[in-house]
Protein backbone atom coordinates (compact mmCIF):
# COMPACT_ATOMS: atom_id res chain seq x y z
CA UNK A 1 0.00 0.00 0.00
CA UNK A 2 1.51 3.63 -0.64
CA UNK A 3 2.96 5.54 1.74
CA UNK A 4 3.64 9.28 1.75
CA UNK A 5 5.42 11.96 4.15
CA UNK A 6 3.50 14.31 5.81
CA UNK A 7 4.68 17.24 8.04
CA UNK A 8 2.93 19.75 10.28
CA UNK A 9 5.39 22.77 10.09
CA UNK A 10 6.36 25.32 12.89
CA UNK A 11 3.97 27.79 11.94
CA UNK A 12 1.00 25.33 12.40
CA UNK A 13 2.21 23.94 15.05
CA UNK A 14 2.52 27.25 16.99
CA UNK A 15 -0.49 28.64 16.13
CA UNK A 16 -2.46 25.33 17.48
CA UNK A 17 -3.94 23.69 14.20
CA UNK A 18 -1.61 20.16 14.74
CA UNK A 19 -5.28 18.53 15.39
CA UNK A 20 -7.06 20.29 12.92
CA UNK A 21 -4.48 19.13 10.18
CA UNK A 22 -4.48 15.14 11.48
CA UNK A 23 -8.05 15.57 11.44
CA UNK A 24 -8.42 15.82 7.94
CA UNK A 25 -5.99 12.62 7.20
CA UNK A 26 -8.15 10.62 9.58
CA UNK A 27 -11.33 11.75 8.49
CA UNK A 28 -10.29 11.01 4.69
CA UNK A 29 -9.87 7.39 5.30
CA UNK A 30 -5.87 7.33 5.85
CA UNK A 31 -4.27 5.33 7.88
CA UNK A 32 -1.54 6.67 10.01
CA UNK A 33 1.70 4.62 10.04
CA UNK A 34 4.20 7.02 12.02
CA UNK A 35 4.56 10.11 14.19
CA UNK A 36 6.58 12.19 15.92
CA UNK A 37 7.23 15.45 17.31
CA UNK A 38 10.41 16.43 16.93
CA UNK A 39 12.82 19.63 17.03
CA UNK A 40 14.94 19.43 12.59
CA UNK A 41 18.60 20.10 13.02
CA UNK A 42 19.65 22.15 10.04
CA UNK A 43 20.99 18.88 8.60
CA UNK A 44 17.94 17.56 8.00
CA UNK A 45 16.71 20.41 6.91
CA UNK A 46 18.83 20.95 4.13
CA UNK A 47 18.63 17.36 3.24
CA UNK A 48 14.81 17.23 3.14
CA UNK A 49 14.92 20.85 0.79
CA UNK A 50 18.13 19.82 -1.31
CA UNK A 51 16.41 20.00 -4.59
CA UNK A 52 15.64 23.55 -3.66
CA UNK A 53 19.39 24.36 -2.21
CA UNK A 54 20.04 27.43 -5.30
CA UNK A 55 16.41 28.75 -4.74
CA UNK A 56 16.72 32.48 -2.90
CA UNK A 57 13.98 31.95 -0.59
CA UNK A 58 16.43 28.26 0.87
CA UNK A 59 18.41 29.89 3.58
CA UNK A 60 14.88 31.34 5.05
CA UNK A 61 13.41 28.10 4.48
CA UNK A 62 15.73 26.12 6.29
CA UNK A 63 15.64 28.81 9.26
CA UNK A 64 11.34 28.06 9.35
CA UNK A 65 11.41 24.75 9.26
CA UNK A 66 14.43 24.42 12.25
CA UNK A 67 13.01 27.62 14.26
CA UNK A 68 10.22 25.48 15.98
CA UNK A 69 8.80 21.83 16.63
CA UNK A 70 7.50 20.08 14.01
CA UNK A 71 5.35 16.97 13.74
CA UNK A 72 6.81 14.06 11.30
CA UNK A 73 3.93 11.48 10.15
CA UNK A 74 3.54 8.54 7.53
CA UNK A 75 0.58 8.25 5.99
CA UNK A 76 -0.74 5.31 3.94
CA UNK A 77 -4.01 4.27 1.56
CA UNK A 78 -4.68 3.92 -2.02
CA UNK A 79 -3.27 7.25 -4.34
CA UNK A 80 -2.24 8.49 -0.63
CA UNK A 81 0.44 10.93 -2.18
CA UNK A 82 -1.81 12.59 -4.56
CA UNK A 83 -4.75 12.58 -2.35
CA UNK A 84 -2.88 14.56 0.03
CA UNK A 85 -1.64 17.03 -2.12
CA UNK A 86 -5.20 17.69 -2.96
CA UNK A 87 -5.68 18.01 0.73
CA UNK A 88 -3.20 20.05 1.38
CA UNK A 89 -3.68 22.57 -1.83
CA UNK A 90 -1.38 24.53 -3.69
CA UNK A 91 2.32 25.92 -2.42
CA UNK A 92 1.10 29.28 -2.00
CA UNK A 93 -2.04 29.52 0.74
CA UNK A 94 -2.81 33.09 -1.73
CA UNK A 95 -3.25 30.25 -4.85
CA UNK A 96 -5.07 27.11 -2.42
CA UNK A 97 -8.94 26.39 -2.85
CA UNK A 98 -10.57 26.80 0.06
CA UNK A 99 -11.69 23.50 1.70
CA UNK A 100 -7.81 22.79 1.30
CA UNK A 101 -5.72 23.46 4.47
CA UNK A 102 -3.13 25.96 2.61
CA UNK A 103 -6.41 27.74 1.55
CA UNK A 104 -8.04 27.56 4.62
CA UNK A 105 -5.72 28.90 7.13
CA UNK A 106 -2.20 30.54 5.35
CA UNK A 107 -2.30 33.71 3.91
CA UNK A 108 2.10 33.45 2.59
CA UNK A 109 4.01 30.89 0.90
CA UNK A 110 6.65 30.84 3.68
CA UNK A 111 4.31 30.37 6.07
CA UNK A 112 2.02 27.32 4.16
CA UNK A 113 1.83 25.13 7.29
CA UNK A 114 2.30 21.69 5.67
CA UNK A 115 4.56 19.44 3.74
CA UNK A 116 3.80 16.89 1.78
CA UNK A 117 5.60 14.19 -0.50
CA UNK A 118 5.06 15.30 -4.31
CA UNK A 119 5.41 12.15 -5.83
CA UNK A 120 6.07 8.32 -4.32
CA UNK A 121 9.60 8.31 -5.26
CA UNK A 122 10.02 11.69 -3.03
CA UNK A 123 7.77 10.10 -0.53
CA UNK A 124 10.00 6.97 -0.80
CA UNK A 125 13.41 9.32 0.15
CA UNK A 126 11.39 11.55 2.97
CA UNK A 127 10.02 9.01 4.59
CA UNK A 128 13.69 7.26 5.11
CA UNK A 129 15.25 10.42 5.74
CA UNK A 130 12.54 11.36 8.55
CA UNK A 131 12.06 7.58 10.37
CA UNK A 132 14.30 5.39 10.96
CA UNK A 133 13.61 1.27 10.55
CA UNK A 134 11.05 -0.06 13.18
CA UNK A 135 9.19 3.98 14.08
CA UNK A 136 6.38 2.96 11.43
CA UNK A 137 4.00 1.16 12.91
CA UNK A 138 1.98 -1.25 10.60
CA UNK A 139 -1.93 -1.86 12.22
CA UNK A 140 -5.18 -3.19 10.85
CA UNK A 141 -8.33 -0.35 11.42
CA UNK A 142 -11.86 -2.06 11.68
CA UNK A 143 -12.68 0.43 9.48
CA UNK A 144 -10.28 -1.00 6.58
CA UNK A 145 -13.69 -3.29 5.47
CA UNK A 146 -15.89 -0.09 5.27
CA UNK A 147 -13.37 2.26 3.43
CA UNK A 148 -12.11 -0.68 0.86
CA UNK A 149 -14.35 -2.85 -1.34
P1 LIG B 1 5.40 22.30 -1.83
O1 LIG B 1 5.62 22.48 -0.35
O2 LIG B 1 4.00 22.68 -2.23
O3 LIG B 1 5.79 20.93 -2.32
P2 LIG B 1 7.88 23.27 -3.03
O4 LIG B 1 8.39 21.87 -2.88
O5 LIG B 1 7.98 23.90 -4.37
O6 LIG B 1 6.33 23.37 -2.58
O7 LIG B 1 8.62 24.22 -2.00
C1 LIG B 1 8.89 23.79 -0.70
C2 LIG B 1 8.59 24.90 0.27
O8 LIG B 1 9.42 26.02 0.00
C3 LIG B 1 7.16 25.44 0.18
O9 LIG B 1 6.23 24.65 0.89
C4 LIG B 1 7.32 26.81 0.75
C5 LIG B 1 8.71 27.22 0.29
N1 LIG B 1 8.63 28.02 -0.93
C6 LIG B 1 8.35 27.58 -2.17
N2 LIG B 1 8.34 28.59 -3.05
C7 LIG B 1 8.62 29.71 -2.33
C8 LIG B 1 8.77 31.09 -2.63
N3 LIG B 1 8.62 31.54 -3.88
N4 LIG B 1 9.05 31.94 -1.63
C9 LIG B 1 9.20 31.50 -0.36
N5 LIG B 1 9.09 30.22 0.00
C10 LIG B 1 8.81 29.34 -0.96
MG1 LIG C 1 7.64 20.03 -2.42
Redesign the pocket.
Known amino acids: MERTFIAI?PDAVQRGLIGTIIQRFEAKGYKLVGMKFMNVSRELAEQH?A??SD????P??VDFITSSPVVAMAWEGDGVVTGA?KI?G???PAAADLGTI?GDFGV???R?L?????AIETAERELGLWFKEGELTDWSPVATAWLYE
Open positions: KYSLKPFFGLRIATSRTVGNIHGSD
